[in-house]
């Protein structure tokens, strides 16, 4: 088996396509009123599903947390420290909500905290070099 992608059920899928698209700049080629969004991020499969047609398709009624959702988070990253500042300024200035803000941590990588819309917790960071996998 191989992980293929991760996927978000979400309430208004406006709303988070615009943050995704507009504020974190992920390509997203389908259009706000879409019932289910597929976009690829740096080979990534990453997916927007609504929740009311995932619960009618698998015929189940789900929880879903209120607020900050601390079950998961997504983690982007950027080359340099300087970078994290400037990215969490600017996505903040977008509209998103600030979690923690830029700090290096004892194990040597610089990180902050944001969250989107719907409280789910998005990691930028940097080890102040380029990514390697």
Known sequence: MKLDGIGLFVN??????RFYRD???FEIKEGEDAVNVYLIKDGTLFMLYERKNFEKMTSRKYEYLKGLNGHFEIAL????????????????KKGAVSVLEPTTEMWGQRTCYI?????????IGSFNKPFER
């Not at 990253?77 to 903040?92: A, C, G, R, S």
């Not at 969250?115 to 990691?123: H, K, Q």
């Open 12 to 17: 208004d899928m406006a709303k988070m396509v």
């Open 23 to 25: 504020v974190l700049g």
């Open 77 to 92: 990253y950027v080359d340099t420290f300087d970078e994290v500042d400037k990215m969490f300024d600017e996505v903040v």
């Open 115 to 123: 969250a989107d819309p719907e409280g789910n917790l998005v990691e």
